[in-house]
């Protein structure tokens, strides 16, 4: 396992033993009432230990059918949605550094959010698209190596598979 993953597991295992230590303390030691102490450890205990525990889940998934979250094939880049952007409809990658993510940037991105079916999925492309000008992005943490490899790996992949 990667090394950003392990520390991305620490984090949510601390906050969640953060969360359980603020349940069982009185609120006069923390000055807070007590049902408020309570909510507050139910939300970060659920968003924190729920989250870590999801995140165990799909990654155990996807190890189980021989799987990785992104793919580069001939074809294109595959997500584990089983999503796939053809490279001839790449246009170029970037990075933001707002949640360490890899930006794709689509030849026609207009014509892609109209042709999905899933009206979530259309307004979270659109809002991935105003907000950053790209429809898809993927965190850097999900793969091997620096921001900056991972960015040189896109960018080698797309002019191997788009020379032609």
């Known amino acids: 396992m990667a090394w950003k993953k392990i520390k991305i597991y620490l984090i949510l295992i601390a906050f969640a033993l953060v969360s359980i230590f603020l349940w069982n303390k ?5 000055g807070f009432d007590f049902w408020k102490m309570r909510i507050v450890s139910i939300i970060t205990l659920t968003f924190f230990g729920g989250g870590g525990l999801f995140m165990a889940y799909k990654e155990i998934s996807l190890k189980l059918k021989g799987k990785k ?9 595959i997500f584990e949605t089983e999503k796939s952007i053809p490279w001839r409809n790449i246009n ?59 960015l040189d790996l896109c960018e080698m992949e797309l002019k191997r598979h788009t020379k032609n």
Request: charged letters at 20%; hydrophobic letters at 35%.
């Open 26 to 30: 009185s609120a006069t030691l923390t």
């Open 69 to 77: 979250v992104i793919e580069f094939t001939d074809e294109g880049i």
């Open 92 to 150: 170029g990658f970037s990075w933001q550094s707002f949640g360490d993510m890899i930006l794709i940037y689509t030849k026609n991105p207009e014509q892609e959010i109209a042709q999905e079916k899933n009206r979530f999925k259309r307004k979270v492309m659109q809002f991935n698209l105003n907000y950053t000008g790209a429809l898809y992005a993927f965190s850097t943490s999900q793969m091997e190596g620096s921001k900056d490899q991972i």
